[in-house]
């Protein structure tokens, strides 16, 4: 396993780790994300990157950690339907505030951004909204589902920049692991929509889909992540009722195999 | 039913054509101070008794306009259309909530409660002007429209949108012979928009209050009555406990 980034330090290397839940995700990240990174999940849709996400929480909650959700495109309550399906899941999660579920539109309108493009006084009170919210919940593990949605009403890359920058320095200071997701075209050549999420994220998985001998496959590949040693090699995702597995990717050979 | 409505100011309704034509829309500009206010509330009680009045207050409560009515012995039976009280419930008290919650921060509380008051998004763009000319396409003859003030409605939406409310009002009481009477603020807006709403009227009414040494002195200026420029004219008003009084000067 070739090592991301040179430059990462010894004791870093000995940080703390979020265990995902997910068997072959935490075997590539030696054990888990670091904790207090902030992890831009990127792929285009339909790659999984919801689930993925859901799952991470799950777990998170199911291991006793309080878990946020901020679902900004699509309505938190079909999140939910989506997730109870699971074997692993136990809706008192749910019940008993393990696993929050908050709309992003919600807090928009409460905090009064209804214009379409935010301003840079907007962006210090939505972080320091999530900042709020990860205080008053003790959350350690968060979830934007989609930070590209968040950056589409910034418009410029200051705004962008500074939101990333903020957000992630916000849940950092708060040991909180966080997942933003990100949505690419399939033919994209970066790893984000605007450019700027990826440089300033402490880490970047990449989802994709693959085809292969007429099957669409789903693929994994953690590009980047600060704090840990990890594999770069591209894996093969399945969703399956007992959880995502990952089995690695078979050069030439049919990669289906679970 | 009479060809005319009848001001409740009688010289005024004499200098004109026994009171303004059915199917007339009225302007009435002053500078603050003036008694434009005092103006519209007389037309509106005016004709409480035989026809149907809307009063669209933007800046006053109810119980303000009606006791300022009942204050000089004049009729409030009228239906008022408070969209001063609207605009603050939906918009600025809005601010007021959004202004608390940025500077002292959100809670899940605070999430949960705005989500189960499922306020519609539309309600915070709320158009204010749809609901004047929705209330107004509402009544059926003989009614009176009293909207005071135009400057409301001005302020917060484009000139374009307000003239084309006004308008609509105009056609509407013009189609059903009614009147209806907007107010205007002088001096507030340019003199592009003033012009063209004065252009729309059928009847302007400037009221103009000068000091004269210890005193104020108060004209009444008919500038405008559509087709019957010889009716155009100055009187003088005076306005006392009993209300307001004009004579020829």
Redesign the interface.
């Known amino acids: 396993m070739p090592p991301d980034d040179e430059g990462a330090e010894v004791d870093d290397l000995e940080r703390a780790r979020c265990p995902t839940g997910i068997e072959g995700l935490d075997n590539i990240l030696n054990g888990g994300i670091p904790r207090g990174n902030t992890i831009l999940f990127t792929g285009s849709c339909g790659t999984g990157k919801t689930t993925l996400s859901l799952e991470f929480l799950v777990h998170g909650a199911l291991a006793g950690e309080n878990c946020l959700f901020v679902s900004v495109t699509e309505a938190s309550e079909k999140l939910m339907r989506n997730v109870i399906p699971y074997d692993f899941f136990d809706e008192n999660l749910i019940k008993k505030g393990k696993l929050v579920f908050v709309d992003m539109p919600v807090i928009y309108r409460r905090l009064g951004m209804t214009a379409m493009e935010l301003t840079l006084e907007d962006v210090e009170t939505l972080v320091k909204a999530l900042g709020d919210l990860v205080d008053e919940l003790s959350i350690k593990r968060l979830v934007i589902d989609s930070v590209t949605s968040v950056c589409y009403r910034l418009k410029t890359e200051e705004k962008i920049r500074n939101f990333i920058l903020k957000v992630g320095k916000t849940l950092s200071d708060r040991g909180c692991t966080s997942l933003l997701i990100s949505e690419i075209s399939p033919s994209a050549e970066r790893y984000s929509l605007y450019g700027v999420e990826e440089a300033i994220a402490d880490g970047i998985v990449l989802m994709g889909n693959l085809e292969r001998r007429g099957d669409l496959l789903r693929t994994l590949q953690v590009v980047k992540m600060r704090g840990t040693n990890h594999s770069r090699a591209k894996y093969v995702l399945d969703l399956t009722p007992a959880g995502i597995l990952l089995v690695p990717l078979l050069k030439g050979g049919s990669g289906g195999g679970t | 039913m009479a060809d005319s409505a009848s001001f409740g100011i009688p010289a005024l309704d004499k200098a004109i054509m026994d009171g303004v034509p059915k199917g007339y829309t009225i302007l009435c500009i002053g500078t603050p101070g003036a008694g434009v206010e005092l103006f519209a509330k007389r037309f509106a009680s005016a004709g409480a008794e035989n026809e149907t009045v809307r009063y669209f207050s933007t800046s006053e409560r109810d119980e303000d306009v009606l006791d300022t009515m009942k204050d000089f012995g004049w009729s409030t039976d009228l239906k008022i259309v408070n969209i001063g009280t609207m605009y603050y419930e939906k918009v600025l008290a ?2 007021l909530d ?2 608390k ?2 500077l002292e ?4 509380r ?2 949960r409660q ?2 189960a008051e499922e ?1 519609p ?1 539309d309600e ?2 709320a158009n204010f002007l749809t609901t004047l000319t929705y209330e107004v396409s509402k009544l059926t003859p003989p009614f009176r429209i009293v909207l005071d003030s135009l400057n409301f409605f001005l302020e917060y939406y484009p000139y374009n949108e307000v003239l084309s409310a006004l308008r609509t009002v105009k056609a509407h009481t013009q189609h059903n012979e009614g009147v209806a009477l907007v107010t205007l603020v002088k001096g507030v807006l340019d003199s592009r928009t003033e012009s063209g709403i004065e252009e729309i009227v059928d009847v302007i009414i400037e009221l103009e209050r000068l000091r004269d040494g210890f005193e104020f002195k108060r004209n009444l200026l008919i500038r405008k009555v559509r087709n019957h420029p010889e009716k155009t004219g100055i009187l003088a008003y005076t306005i006392d406990e009993k209300g307001i009084s004009a004579k020829g000067v």
Not at chain 2, 105 to 108: E, V, Y
């Open positions: 809005r601010h959004v202004s919650y940025r921060g959100l809670t899940m605070d999430l705005f989500e306020y998004e915070y763009v």
